[in-house]
């Protein structure tokens, strides 16, 4: 469960994300730098089953996971039999997004559950992949999906009521942050009995480097995060 959003810039691009979990699940590992098929990258790790849903490697390109099919909406629910979030920790080793690419074309995907995997690199449109459980859907020019949202609860209203707050707000910091009328399952940054906004992501891509900020608490209580950067292959 997350909510991603991103900003376009003359050099590079800025990426941002809350991730929604339960309250009972383990504690997440903060970003570090990694290698995956020679490739240096940085990511977090999930507390419960390794693999990330979020990270940058040393040529710029990002990529981030959601749970389910939600762009297309044409997801068909399957018993996965592997992480989702191992699978985007492999996809990390890429050069470049049409390298992202091939590699989705090419994966056999069928122990994993439904999924939105967003790619992004400097001076390109948005890519978007989606596992529906029974097909690959490729959007190449996603950037008019800005911002992605997935929920388990009521998930298209959920994507509607924050969809609605990413237009009105006038920085993607406030939207990120934002409880609307009162914190709830539909805000951005999301509060439920069973269930939180955990950590907020942001990564900024520039011709140089990148620079990935960790907050290990939702964005509204403004905890500290660390800063974690990597050099640019150019």
Avoid at 87 to 111: H, I, K, N, T, W
Avoid at 211 to 216: E, I, N
Avoid at 226 to 234: A, G
């Amino acid at each position: 469960m997350c909510t991603v959003s991103w900003l376009k810039q003359a050099n590079g691009y800025q990426l941002f994300c809350n991730r929604d979990e339960k309250r009972t699940r383990a504690v997440a590992l903060p970003p570090r730098v990694v290698v995956q098929d020679g490739v240096r990258c940085i990511a977090p790790i999930d507390g419960n089953f390794g693999g990330t849903w979020i990270g940058v490697n040393q040529f710029g390109v990002s990529m981030c996971l959601l749970n389910g099919a939600n762009v297309s909406g044409r997801e068909t629910p399957r018993q996965a039999r592997l992480s989702r979030g191992h699978f985007l920790l492999g996809m990390l080793g890429g050069s470049s997004a049409a390298v992202a690419r091939r590699r989705f074309d090419q994966a056999d995907l069928e122990p994993f559950a439904p999924f939105t995997l967003l790619v992004l690199q400097a001076g390109e449109s948005a890519t978007i992949f989606e596992w529906t459980g029974t097909a690959k859907l490729i959007l190449p020019y996603g950037d008019s999906c800005n911002p992605l949202v997935s929920s388990s609860v009521d998930s298209p209203e959920v994507q509607r009521a924050r969809r609605i707050a990413f237009a009105w707000k006038s920085s993607v910091m406030g939207f990120h942050a934002d409880h609307g009328d009162g914190a709830s399952a539909f805000t951005p940054c999301m509060h439920r009995p069973d269930a939180e906004t955990v950590s907020f992501s942001r990564i900024d891509v520039d011709a140089s480097e990148a620079r990935f900020y960790y907050s290990p608490a939702s964005p509204c209580r403004k905890v500290t995060g660390d800063v974690v950067t990597l050099p640019l292959t150019v």
